[in-house]
């Protein structure tokens, strides 16, 4: 059975496809309201399933009026600005949990295969890295890096 943050998530996501704009504008209490839960579960679910690595951009206005707009980002045509896009995401150091979320966009948007995400995951699994977190996120870091160019420049040859 779903949890309710993955049944908030699903609602969100339907919303936002159907609306045509690929953009929502929501209400917090609203939203607690339908799902029966507490705003603070509303605000985990936007803050963590709604991410730039995933592909959405959040604004939100607080107040009585307020509202919360959820973006689904259009991916650049060329694949040469969303590598781009992606390594300004990466930096210097990245999580397992962005590089996830990074892998799964890659996979949503076409740009990789089912088998290239499970080889990317296993690539910059926390257990394959045997190092401190935060020579790990540098690491894994530089994985991505060169996995998204191969990915990227060099496929097909």
Known sequence: MKNISDIIEAHLKRSIQQSGAGMIEVQRSQLAEL????????????????????GYVVESKRGGG????????????????????ILELIKDQLSQAAAEDIIDQLLEEGKITSREASLMRIAIDREQLPFASSVRDSVRAKIMKNMLRVIFFERGT
Do not use: A, H, M, W
């Open 35 to 54: 799902f029966q839960c507490v705003p603070s579960q509303i605000n985990y679910v936007i803050s963590t399933r709604f991410t730039v690595e995933k």
């Open 66 to 85: 307020g509202y919360i707009r959820i973006k689904k980002v259009s991916i650049p045509e060329s694949d040469e600005l969303y590598y781009r896009r």
